[in-house]
C-alpha cells in the first residue's frame, strides 16, 4: 500500500484525453492530458469503412456528432465530413512519440471486418518500431 501513496511510482493514464474537459479522443483533449500532466494516453479504436483506424468509442456517431453514421460504415472523409475533430491512430501516435506519451489501446467490437483493427494497429505500430532501427 505504501507504494500506491507514492505518485512517482503511478503512471496517470488521460482516459481519451482530458475528456472531463475537452471532447473525447480530440486533438484539444489530449494536449489538454499533456497539460495536465497525464503520464500516458488511453483510446478506443474503430477502423473506417477505408481501414483507416480512428479514435472512437461508439459504434455509431450519435454521442460525439449526434449523427446516425456508424462508423463501419463510411469512409474517414465521410466521417471527417461528419466531425471535423476526429483523430486517427497516427496522428495520436505521432503525439505519443514527440511528447514522450505511453499509451494503452483499445480496440471497439464486435465490427463487421472481424479482427482487422487489430492487424491494421499491429501492421502500424511495426512500421514505426522498424523505422527507428
Request: hydrophobic letters at 40%; charged letters at 25%.
Amino acid at each position: 500500500m505504501a507504494g500506491l501513496r507514492n505518485n512517482k511510482e503511478m503512471k496517470f493514464y488521460a482516459h481519451r484525453g482530458a475528456s472531463a474537459d475537452f471532447p473525447e479522443h480530440t486533438m484539444a483533449a489530449y494536449l489538454g492530458a499533456i497539460e495536465q500532466g497525464a503520464l500516458g494516453f488511453e483510446c478506443d479504436i474503430r477502423i473506417t469503412k477505408d481501414d483507416i483506424p480512428i479514435l472512437w468509442h461508439d459504434a455509431n456517431m450519435k454521442k460525439q456528432a449526434k449523427s446516425t453514421a456508424i462508423m463501419a460504415n463510411r469512409t474517414y472523409a465521410q466521417v471527417k465530413a461528419i466531425y471535423p475533430a476526429v483523430m486517427t491512430l497516427n496522428e495520436l501516435l505521432d503525439l505519443a512519440i514527440t511528447h514522450k506519451r505511453s499509451l494503452a489501446l483499445e480496440t471497439k467490437h464486435p465490427v463487421p471486418s472481424g479482427n482487422r483493427v487489430e492487424e491494421l494497429v499491429v501492421a502500424e505500430l511495426q512500421k514505426r518500431k522498424d523505422s527507428i532501427k
